[in-house]
């Protein structure tokens, strides 16, 4: 076994060799390591260089560069520390300071929402609008909405309220994709036995739309685990006309637009796949970081890494009232009207 003395030594060779590692490999590779190619990685680190920059003229200082590629080989691999302070040349104690540190920096509104907005103007509204209605012509749709779980550590404080249905401990993280998948909204600090329901009820974004900030004319689509709503069109849980059955086919087709999208972002971000092994104030910083980056990716249309999809049957949740208990679940009647007047207006069949 290597002695106390040689680990150091390999480690400061490790860490030489990749102080130029931007320069080391091609944008091919970079994307296969760290989910960015190079203009992305500089793009993330001048955001952020004055919140990391090491206020020292030591030699051995960390760059703000390297510390931007240890937090982004993180959240890529999803593997612990120790492993990524091997991979990068640094020790444990030091990766994790270095992680914490640039996920601070990452997490704040100004960078959240540079990358993660939804769209408000008109113009923005009808190609977003536009495009979901491609899929199965569905009209007036903005964003496919669903919650996904993200395992957790048991937490030290409140454990009982993270752990979910499936038993075991998690971030129940609601998420909205458009039809490039694309995320639009998210909410990330809710425990995992929280029913998405109620993180809808207390969102932002629910708040929006009942204050008019969005025009008429627009709605998101969710399953049943959702209130129907007249800016939330859910699915009919026993059709009882032709016309409702071809409003829930394509209401379907429209749908797996966040499953798709929930597992693109767990395969860019291997973190968000396993458990994590943080408190939940912190795992909430690595999946708002992690949406963000998911948004950059997608704007500098880098693919996906190769390998296998991730398991969506993880993601679909099991929480579904039926439509005669939906009052206890805040669903107003109006919400239900308005599908029915919807599914007769754009279902009907052709003549």
């Known amino acids: 076994m290597e002695g106390q003395q040689q680990v150091r030594a390999r480690r400061r060779r490790l860490y030489?060799?990749?102080?130029?590692?931007?320069?080391?490999?091609?944008?091919?590779e970079l994307v296969k390591r760290y989910r960015l190619d190079r203009g992305?990685?500089?793009l993330i680190t001048d955001?952020?260089?004055d919140a990391i920059t090491?206020?020292?003229?030591?030699?051995?200082?960390?760059?703000?560069?390297?510390?931007?590629?240890?937090?982004?080989?993180?959240?890529?691999?999803?593997?612990?520390?120790?492993?990524?302070?091997?991979?990068?040349?640094?020790?444990?104690?030091?990766?994790?300071k270095v992680i914490s540190q640039t996920l601070n920096a990452l997490a704040t509104p100004a960078f959240i929402s540079r990358y993660i907005q939804f769209p408000t103007q008109q113009n923005d509204i009808r190609q977003t609008q536009a495009t979901f209605r491609e899929i199965a012509n569905f009209p007036g749709v903005v964003g496919a909405i669903d919650g996904t779980h993200i395992r957790i550590v048991a937490p030290k404080e409140y454990e009982a309220e993270y752990i979910n249905r499936k038993n075991y401990h998690s971030i129940n993280v609601q998420v909205v994709f458009d039809a490039s998948y694309k995320i639009l909204d998210v909410v990330a600090n809710w425990p995992g036995s929280v029913h998405d329901s109620r993180i809808w009820s207390e969102c932002?974004?629910?708040?929006?739309?009942?204050?008019?900030?969005l025009p008429g004319g627009c709605h998101l689509i969710g399953d049943s685990g959702y209130p129907c709503q007249p800016w939330l069109m859910t699915p009919y849980l026993q059709p009882r006309t032709e016309e409702q059955a071809t409003y829930n086919r394509a209401h379907k087709c429209t749908r797996c637009v966040v499953e798709r999208g929930i597992g693109?972002?767990?395969?860019?971000?291997?973190?968000?796949?396993g458990e994590i092994r943080v408190d939940p104030v912190k795992t909430t910083k690595i999946v708002m970081v992690c949406a963000a980056l998911h948004n950059l990716c997608k704007e500098r249309n880098l693919q996906l890494p190769d390998g296998?999809?991730?398991?969506?049957?993880?993601?679909?949740h099991e929480d579904q009232p039926d439509e005669a208990n939906a009052f206890r679940h805040g669903e107003a009647r109006d919400g239900l009207l308005f599908r029915d007047h919807f599914v007769n207006l754009y279902f009907q069949p052709e003549q």
């Not at 030699?59 to 091997?86: F, H």
């Not at 296998?308 to 679909?316: R, S």
């Open 204 to 213: 932002g974004l629910k708040e929006d739309f009942e204050r008019g900030f």
């Open 264 to 273: 693109q972002l767990k395969r860019r971000f291997h973190v968000l796949h």
């Open 40 to 42: 992305g990685i500089i």
């Open 54 to 96: 090491s206020p020292t003229n030591r030699s051995n200082a960390i760059s703000a560069e390297m510390k931007v590629l240890t937090t982004l080989r993180y959240l890529a691999t999803g593997k612990m520390q120790l492993c990524n302070g091997d991979d990068m040349g640094i020790a444990q104690p030091t990766a994790s």
């Open 47 to 49: 955001f952020v260089r």
């Open 308 to 316: 296998q999809d991730i398991d969506l049957q993880q993601d679909v």
């Open 16 to 28: 030489r060799e990749r102080k130029d590692i931007l320069n080391l490999y091609d944008d091919s």
